[in-house]
């Protein structure tokens, strides 16, 4: 992903500004867009994963447990 941001800017200002401006301030754009959005398809969770939520405390695992059940009947 980081090679296709760098390549659209480098394509934007090296070659496409030669054309149009505006096409390489879109394509700057887009590059700028991308990080982000990798960014949180990468940390998307399923709304059932508590994984950071087990912290090897009994009570506290058994206590979220309990409020998952709740949420499910």
């Not at 934007?12 to 887009?30: E, H, Q």
Request: hydrophobic residues 50%; negative net charge; glycine residues 2%.
């Amino acid at each position: 992903m980081m090679a296709t941001c760098i390549a659209l800017f480098v394509l934007a200002w090296g070659v496409v500004r030669l054309w149009s401006i505006p096409a390489a301030v879109a394509m700057c754009v887009v590059a700028m867009v991308i990080p982000p959005v990798a960014a949180i398809v990468a940390n998307r969770r399923e709304p059932d994963e508590r994984w950071w939520d087990e912290s090897g405390d009994p009570e506290s695992d058994r206590w979220w447990r309990e409020l998952d059940d709740k949420d499910h009947r």
